[in-house]
């Protein structure tokens, strides 16, 4: 695989949210070289030792700040504070430090970074003697996880919105979940030993999921109709022997007639209000 493709996979996770604008590479190499070329004007190969191959050998141990980046605005510089939390493995260092430049320029993109500070560090290398391919600099960090964290990042990652959704409803075919579960697989880092476990849990979870979305379906569609036809049986009872229609003109006369329908001209009139209940009674026939 190409290096670009494995890198972006190990730092897209981390990334700030981009903006677009120019990206100035002379920052962004400062920020970088605060990381990676500790002490480089002594020691040509400190960016391969620091961020580029552990055949490189132990980078020269050294408090001072002695870099391309040295006597520049400290904004684009990652902080000794910082640094003391990098970590040792070259690899990871490049993603960390990455990471925080980029949160520094945001400006700046992940492409800025292999396209500018890759050939830095290949240049560095070569200074060591040492023929550092992209592949080799590429490798994800052996974060060492167990079975339970991967599956707990997987599954996070599989139910994101974008994705299969928590009720797995983007995600009924196959082809679908393969695609999500092999996106999420590759952003695992440290997780492939366990990767064909959790892909089978997980579509079980997603075959469960689907299954009981389709039967409650049908379980809503049953209740309607059941709610229909008690509706129909009371309408039609109503309408034994006119029920329906003398209940109406009942109510009528109690409460619209100002004599209670004592007259011929009233019950009439109740009668017209209440008409609608024999057309309606007729088409239910």
Same mark, same amino acid.
């Given at each position: 695989m190409k290096y670009r493709l494995l890198f972006l996979s190990m730092v897209s996770l981390f990334a700030p949210t981009l903006v677009f604008g120019a990206c100035s590479v002379a920052n962004l190499t400062r920020c970088l070289d605060s990381v990676c070329a500790i002490n480089i004007g002594a020691n040509p190969a400190a960016r391969c030792q620091y961020c580029g191959s552990e055949s490189a050998g132990e980078p020269t141990k050294s408090t001072a700040m002695k870099s391309v980046s040295a006597g520049a605005s400290t904004k684009y510089i990652i902080p000794d504070k910082e640094l003391k939390k990098a970590p040792k493995d070259p690899g990871e260092r490049y993603v960390w430090g990455t990471r925080l430049c980029l949160e520094k320029l945001p400006e700046c993109t992940t492409d800025d970074v292999t396209d500018n500070y890759d050939s830095l560090i290949e240049q560095s290398?070569?200074?060591?003697?040492?023929?550092?391919?992209?592949?080799?600099?590429?490798?994800?960090?052996?974060?060492?996880?167990?079975?339970?964290?991967?599956?707990?990042?997987?599954?996070?990652?599989?139910?994101?919105?974008?994705?299969?959704?928590?009720?797995?409803?983007?995600?009924?075919?196959?082809?679908?979940?393969?695609?999500?579960?092999?996106?999420?697989?590759?952003?695992?880092?440290?997780?492939?030993?366990?990767?064909?476990? /959790?892909?089978?849990?997980?579509?079980?979870? %997603?075959?469960?999921?689907? !299954?009981? *979305?389709?039967?409650?379906? &049908? #379980? /809503?569609?049953?209740?309607?109709?059941?709610? %229909?036809?008690?509706?129909? !049986?009371? *309408?039609?009872?109503?309408? &034994? #022997?006119?029920?329906?229609?003398?209940?109406?003109?009942?109510?009528?006369?109690?409460?619209?007639?100002?004599?209670?329908?004592? #007259?011929?001209?009233?019950?009439?009139?109740?009668?017209?209000l209440c008409k609608f209940y024999d057309t309606a009674c007729e088409r239910l026939k």
């Open positions: 290398c070569k200074a060591a003697g040492i023929s550092a391919e992209m592949s080799n600099l590429a490798k994800k960090v052996n974060t060492k996880k167990s079975e339970n964290s991967c599956s707990e990042e997987i599954s996070v990652c599989i139910i994101d919105a974008k994705r299969c959704n928590a009720n797995y409803k983007n995600c009924e075919s196959d082809t679908d979940f393969d695609k999500y579960f092999s996106e999420c697989s590759i952003a695992a880092n440290g997780c492939d030993s366990f990767l064909a476990k /959790i892909k089978t849990s997980l579509d079980s979870s %997603r075959k469960t999921a689907v !299954a009981n *979305a389709g039967k409650l379906l &049908k #379980n /809503i569609i049953a209740a309607y109709k059941t709610a %229909r036809e008690q509706k129909l !049986a009371a *309408a039609q009872s109503a309408c &034994k #022997n006119n029920q329906a229609t003398t209940n109406c003109v009942e109510t009528v006369c109690k409460n619209n007639m100002r004599n209670k329908c004592g #007259n011929a001209y009233e019950k009439e009139a109740a009668r017209a």
